[in-house]
Structures are given as structure tokens and as C-alpha cells.
């Protein structure tokens, strides 16, 4: 029988099906396609099962190790038992259960901001966060590492937008003294960088926000359980309190659930609830979501010793790879960039690594710059000392095949 889209062959559309099949298909020859593979089981935090095999997790964003967590998982299940499996559809009609609000508050009580709100992903929330604050007449300075969804909604605000060199002070004030002091201006940065692990430079960032009058957002995705000593997230690291405008992080990564949320002042907060178009026409984050976000957050309290071995193991893992003499970059977190140079590098470190039993992916360009790609390797808390040191092996195994050690 003909395809239904045999009469759209020879169009743009086409053209980029076919030019994405033919890469898919190439690296599937290549033995060089790792993505999307499908985790089967949990086997405790640090290990699952993938194609039948047992393997090391190198590659969760669970950096406390609170994926599968009892309380957790019981308060999910309880909200389910409660409130169904899903909402009466958009927050500002009948999608707001008290589930939600209590959520909301425990965000705002453990980030110290007056007000919190939520929305249905990380990525979601930082497009609508740029894009609510500022328009056309306004102008954002973003870091030119931030993440995607960063970009995306400076983009999508149609406000003037600059890119300063990574954590680069002195470039950014170089880009505010170059802005209209008439126009409104945002500075927008991630907490700890998603492709390097590096953390943003906060006492400088306020300084200057606070001279040139500039709003300051910084997303905290990798930083909530990460920095500051009961994982608080950055102002706690830098022992500062309450001097970001609006704290923005995501329910997707210690936080065990999906979602993002967005704290700051009670009325910032306010104007979201009612201004912000994912909110008003977009469907509530499911019960068993907010429920396990909720009680996520208050584990990250009861227990705050996860903290401290997160902090531990990411000593020992960054260690271990210097030593060996691998290139991490600048991490200073439990994001380890392991740097390879060439894509075809980081796909065969990844396919030894793999065949060894170690579940790591390939981060190549475009999404990281060409010449750069790298394994990005992550550890938690649930890893022990003897795991560490076994995935360890594995690394040096694979990179001395490769040759990059
Ligand atoms: C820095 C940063 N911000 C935002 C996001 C988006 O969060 P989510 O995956 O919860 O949508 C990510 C996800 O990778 C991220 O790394």
C-alpha cells in the first residue's frame, strides 16, 4: 500500500527524515548509537538492569541516591490512593489539589523565598520564566553555557539578547555597561553547568547585578542536593543568603519526579500564577508527582548525611580519573566531564565502557563545541567506595584502548 506521505517526498521535511535516518542508521553500523536504550530495572541506586545485563550507573542525575526511596515511593502511591492518577486539568481552573500547594510551600521553606509555583517540567519552567519576565523592549544576559531551555525562552521573549563568555565577570559587565541603563535587564546563569560541572561565580554575578540594576534567575537543576552543606543549592555554598530574584530548579534530579518549579517573592510568584501561559494552559503536575517531590525534599532534610557522602564520592571519583590520567575539566561537582576530543572518541570509550558493564553515555557536538566531546560521567551518593573504584577500572580500561590516556 502507498505511504500516506509518498505525495511529500522531495520537501524540506523529508529531506531532514532521511538526513537523521541515514546518521541513525550509520552509527547503528558503526556500533556508535547508545541512545534511548531502555532501563529495565533499579537494582538498588547504583546499578540496573539494561538488555538483560546488570551494569554500573554512571550517568543518573539522582545525585543523592533518592530514586526507589521508601518514603518516597509510599507517599506517591498514598497520593494515587488519594487524588486518582491525574488533575482536573490546568492549575488556574480545576487542576489545583492541595497536594500541589503543599508541594509549593515546602519548596519555598527550603529554598527561603516568600513563594514557590510549580510547572510540568524543568525544561517548561525556564522557557516560561524568560519569557515572562522580560519582552521586546527588554534585554537578557545569559551565560553561553546555560542550558537549552535558557536559550529557548530568551529566544522565545523576543528581548534583546547577549551571550557572555562562561563564568566570565569580567565580559558580563562589559555586556551591562554596553546595555541602555533605560532598559530592563535580566542575568540569567545555571548554578552548576550541565556539560562541565563548574559552578557559576554568585558573589560576583550579585555585585554586579546589584550596580548595574539587573534581575538575577539561576537555575539550580544540578545544584538542589548537590552544593552547600544540607544541599540547598548555591547561595548555601557561598554562605549567602536570599540574593538571587528568582531561583529556578527542577523536580527531575535529586528530586526523584518530573516537574520544575520556580521561588522568589510573593508577588513575582503571583504574576506567574496568573501570567504565565504554561500555567494558565497547561495541565497541574500528576498527584503521585507532587507527593513524591514533596516528600523528596523532605528526606533531603531527615537525611542529611547523603549529602555529605555525595560530596565524598565525588572527591574520590574526580580523584581517581586525574590520577588516571584523564582531562575532567573543571568540575568541581558530581558532574564529571570526561573529555575525549573527537566524537569518535567518546562513542568508543562508550562502547567499552559499556561491554565492561559500566552504563555511561557519549556527549558530542552539537552539544558540546567540536573537538570536545567527552563521556559525562555523574556519581551519587548511592554509589559505595568499592563501586567507585570498580567503575574506575573500567574507565581506564576503555581509555587506554582508545588511547586517550
Ligand atoms: C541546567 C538544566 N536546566 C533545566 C533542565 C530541564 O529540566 P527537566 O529535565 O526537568 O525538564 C535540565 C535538564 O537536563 C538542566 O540540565
Keep these: 500500500m502507498e505511504a500516506s506521505s509518498d505525495h511529500l517526498q522531495h520537501d524540506k521535511i523529508s529531506e531532514r527524515i532521511r538526513q537523521w535516518r541515514e546518521r541513525i542508521e550509520q552509527a547503528r553500523e558503526n556500533q556508535h548509537y547508545f541512545y534511548n536504550q531502555a532501563i529495565d530495572e533499579l537494582q538498588g541506586g547504583a546499578r540496573v538492569v539494561v538488555h538483560g545485563r546488570e551494569m554500573q550507573m554512571f550517568a543518573s542525575y539522582s ?89 529557548d525562552g530568551c529566544m522565545l521573549s523576543g528581548a534583546g539578547f547577549l551571550r557572555f563568555r562562561h563564568n566570565d565577570m569580567a565580559d558580563l559587565e562589559f555586556c551591562l555597561q554596553r546595555v541602555n541603563p533605560e532598559a530592563t535587564t535580566l542575568v540569567v546563569v545555571d548554578a552548576v553547568f550541565s556539560m562541565d560541572g563548574d559552578i557559576t561565580n554568585l558573589p560576583k554575578l550579585v555585585e554586579l547585578c546589584r550596580k548595574y540594576r539587573a534581575w538575577l534567575m539561576v537555575d539550580e537543576a544540578h545544584s538542589i542536593g548537590v552544593l552547600g552543606e544540607r544541599g540547598h543549592g548555591i547561595e548555601e555554598h557561598f554562605g549567602m543568603e536570599n540574593v538571587i530574584d528568582l531561583k529556578m530548579g527542577t523536580l527531575s534530579k535529586t528530586i526523584p519526579s518530573a516537574g520544575g518549579y520556580l521561588a522568589g517573592s510573593k508577588d513575582l510568584i503571583q504574576m506567574f500564577r496568573h501570567f504565565a ?129
Design 63 to 151: 545525585y543523592l541516591g533518592l530514586i526507589g526511596h521508601a518514603k518516597i515511593n509510599a507517599a506517591a502511591k498514598a497520593a494515587i490512593d488519594k487524588y486518582g492518577s491525574g488533575t482536573h486539568g490546568v492549575r488556574m481552573l480545576a487542576g489545583t489539589l492541595r497536594i500541589h500547594t503543599e508541594l509549593e510551600e515546602t519548596i519555598a521553606r527550603f529554598k527561603q523565598t516568600e513563594s514557590a509555583i510549580t510547572f510540568s517540567s524543568g525544561y517548561l519552567t525556564n522557557i516560561t520564566a524568560v519569557s515572562t519576565m522580560v519582552r521586546r523592549e527588554d534585554v537578557v544576559l545569559s551565560d553561553n553555557l546555560n542550558h537549552a531551555s535558557i536559550v
Design 277 to 405: 501561559r504554561p500555567y494558565v494552559f497547561s495541565a497541574a503536575i500528576t498527584p503521585a508527582q507532587a507527593a513524591a517531590a514533596k516528600a523528596a525534599f523532605e528526606v533531603i532534610e531527615e537525611e542529611p548525611e547523603r549529602v555529605a557522602i555525595l560530596n565524598e564520592n565525588t572527591e574520590r571519583f574526580v580523584t581517581g580519573f586525574k590520577q588516571l590520567g584523564f582531562d575532567t575539566m573543571l568540575t568541581s561537582t558530581a558532574i564529571v566531564p570526561v573529555l575525549c576530543g573527537a566524537d569518535e572518541s567518546a562513542y568508543e570509550m562508550v562502547r567499552h565502557c559499556q561491554n565492561d558493564g559500566v552504563f555511561v553515555l557519549p556527549i558530542v557536538s552539537p552539544a558540546v563545541p567540536e573537538g570536545l566531546a567527552r563521556l559525562r560521567a555523574t556519581v551519587t551518593a548511592a554509589h559505595t567506595a568499592a563501586d567507585i573504584d570498580k567503575g574506575l577500572s573500567v574507565f581506564a580500561r576503555a581509555g587506554e584502548k582508545v588511547g586517550i590516556i
